[in-house]
């Protein structure tokens, strides 16, 4: 353990009611209401028999636990997933089912309200081939009026799947071989269109941008059936230390996800005293040359002021040259281009204790809660996500430096 203080539950951030919680399952919309679902377990502070957790909101502020969704049974344990709804039907719940043998196949359970969830009898769906282990965190989407699209993770590639009634699966395509990062096992595959570039997101579990896990994304097209790229490199989603795993919604509007905020290296051992784990803001996604990323509404309201330099959680806005902002004790600095996140004095045992990007200037967003600091730069182009754990009692903000702007939106 740490000598950190485990953190008050954080105030705009989805968290489970107590145990271990890590990579979201199944964003979705149904009837105006936000059902988020994550990997969960309830009895323990660390990883062990995955259920799926629960939670709602009306407005991806505030957050309500729900009881959990899927339990283990005697077919095994509930990996990673996504929902989809065909028309007015009910929520299909496509997830990785583990065995006690270990093998992985994709299954589905249906619900009509999010809550009460049912095995589907025709599961599971999809087997792996012989000889292969790592086969999970199936996404389902649909490809315009066409057909559906099923994203899985394989060992170190994706594969992609289609079908017509949601139940039969053809493979049609692998990707991976030869691109992005390969320092482990590729997880949790999103596939997102955002205009005229597709962008396929993968997480890997080792070889992040500040050690250990991390999420690299790709850009290109999709037909359907392949997805093609001709950038062979690595382009991280989040600078920072501590995001993993996003997942996209389905049923709104706007390309919107959120991912887990930690990292496999030191998970199991940030401070924690009846919960531990937190999912990032929810963030809208858009395409600029490059991944754009920007805290979604209501974040991105502005009731800004400047009225206490307190703050437990908020919202800042920091506009100027050259700058040091202390949040809490954690530094963020911006000179000569350069934006470093310096959590030294208040990072988990084992953390990178300083996450840096390149920056063009502008403004500055951060969204700050209780044990988080997400910071979003060159209008979206960058972020930095990390976990932090201040003394309790610490809420001081103090800025120095050549600043334009500063804006403070305080969520108390």
Same mark, same amino acid.
């Given at each position: ?17 107590? $145990? ?10 149904? #009837? ?86 049912? @095995? ?10 012989? $000889? ?18 099923m994203v899985l993770a394989v060992g170190e590639e994706v594969w992609f799947y289609r079908s017509d009634d949601l139940l ?9 071989? $030869?691109?992005?990062?390969?320092? $482990? ?9 955002? =205009? ?11 070889? =992040? ?104 959680? =908020? ?26 996140? #310096? ?6 045992e084992g953390g990178a204790p300083v996450a840096q990007a390149a920056v063009r200037g502008g403004a500055l967003e951060v ?21 932090? *754990? ?7 903000? @103090? ?11 305080? *969520? #108390?």
């Amino acid at each position: 353990m740490t000598g950190r203080p485990a953190p008050a539950r954080p105030r705009v951030h989805v968290t489970p009611g107590r $145990g271990w919680l890590n990579d979201p399952n199944g964003p979705v919309l149904l #009837d105006g209401r936000h059902h988020v679902f994550f990997q969960h377990q309830p009895d323990s502070l660390e990883w062990g028999p995955m259920h799926w957790g629960h939670a709602v909101s009306d407005d991806l502020l505030h957050w309500k636990a729900r009881p959990i969704a899927m339990k283990p049974d005697s077919d095994g344990v509930v990996y990673s997933g996504s929902i989809v709804q065909d028309g007015d039907g009910p929520l299909l719940a496509y997830y990785t089912r583990v065995s006690p043998d270990g093998v992985e196949a994709q299954c589905l359970a249906t619900s009509d309200d999010g809550d009460e969830w049912h @095995r589907h009898h025709a599961s599971p769906l999809l087997v792996p081939p012989e $000889g292969v282990t790592d086969f999970r965190d199936p996404k389902v989407l649909r490809y315009g009026d066409s057909h559906w699209v099923m994203v899985l993770a394989v060992g170190e590639e994706v594969w992609f799947y289609r079908s017509d009634d949601l139940l039969t699966w053809v493979f049609t395509s692998r990707f991976g071989r $030869g691109y992005g990062a390969h320092d $482990g096992v590729w997880e949790t595959p999103d596939l997102i269109d955002l =205009g005229d570039t597709w962008v396929l997101s993968v997480s890997v579990i080792s070889g =992040g941008p500040v050690g250990g896990s991390g999420t690299q994304y790709f850009a290109g097209t999709f037909d359907g059936d392949t997805f093609t790229t001709e950038d062979t490199g690595v382009h991280w989603v989040d600078l920072g230390p501590d995001f993993y795993a996003p997942q996209s919604w389905w049923g709104v509007e706007d390309s919107t996800w959120l991912g887990w905020m930690s990292n496999w290296s030191y998970a199991a051992r940030v401070p924690a005293d009846t919960w531990r784990g937190v999912l990032s803001l929810p963030r809208t996604l858009t395409w600029d040359e490059g991944l754009v990323q920007t805290p979604a509404p209501p974040f991105a309201g502005s009731r800004a002021g400047t009225d206490r330099l307190e703050l437990v959680a =908020g919202r800042l806005r920091v506009e100027g040259d050259r700058y040091e902002l202390d949040v809490r004790g954690t530094r963020l600095v911006v000179a000569d281009g350069l934006l470093t996140l #310096d959590r030294t004095a208040t990072g988990p045992e084992g953390g990178a204790p300083v996450a840096q990007a390149a920056v063009r200037g502008g403004a500055l967003e951060v969204v700050v809660d209780t044990c988080t600091v997400e910071v979003f730069a060159d209008g979206g182009r960058v972020a930095l996500s990390a976990l932090v *754990y201040p003394d309790l009692d610490q809420h001081e903000l @103090r800025i120095t430096g050549d600043v334009d702007t500063l804006e403070v939106e305080h *969520y #108390d």
